[in-house]
């Protein structure tokens, strides 16, 4: 097992593969699986500073396609739960995301409610491409605020650690 793991944290090293990491694991944490894909992002940055800019576009991209993954389930699962009784809490969640429309996709980037918003956009058949297009202007609010903070937070230069032998 632990020649399995670091063979996967080898093969996912950001100094060697930063920008194609990155672009994973922003995918992964954009659809429902609790994961965030912030770590992945900074670490890239701290190890390279030049890639700044590259590495917040590639993290929006793939977690814009992440919400993207999170549409299409949620289209799909609306076509197979059409009966679905909602309570007054749903509803009136439903009735905002129906009013707001597509730029309700914008706040996919916060914890917990953002995925499944995107999913429940695709429920309601709201428009892909503006859904998709509000959820990446969002997740690249999210990802140059974050990135951002952390590096003046945390300045200096971390220790370099070894995990696998």
Request: charge should be positive; glycine fraction near 10%.
């Amino acid at each position: 097992m632990e020649a399995w793991l670091c063979s996967i944290i080898a093969a996912m090293a950001l100094p060697r593969f930063g920008l194609s990491t990155v672009f994973v694991v922003a995918l992964v944490s954009a659809t429902l699986l609790p994961m965030g894909s912030e770590p992945a992002v900074f670490g890239l940055v701290k190890l390279n500073p030049d890639v700044f800019w590259q590495a917040v576009f590639v993290a929006t991209a793939g977690n814009a396609i992440g919400g993207a993954v999170n549409w299409w389930i949620g289209y799909g699962a609306k076509r197979a739960y059409e009966t679905y009784k909602h309570s007054a809490v749903q509803a009136k969640a439903l009735a905002w995301l129906q009013r707001l429309g597509p730029k309700a996709c914008f706040f996919a980037f916060l914890p917990v409610v953002g995925d499944p918003l995107t999913s429940v956009a695709g429920w309601l058949k709201l428009p892909f491409w503006p859904c998709f297009l509000w959820g990446a202007l969002g997740k690249l609010c999210r990802y140059v605020v974050m990135t951002a903070a952390l590096l003046w937070f945390f300045p200096g230069q971390f220790a370099t650690a070894t995990f696998c032998g």
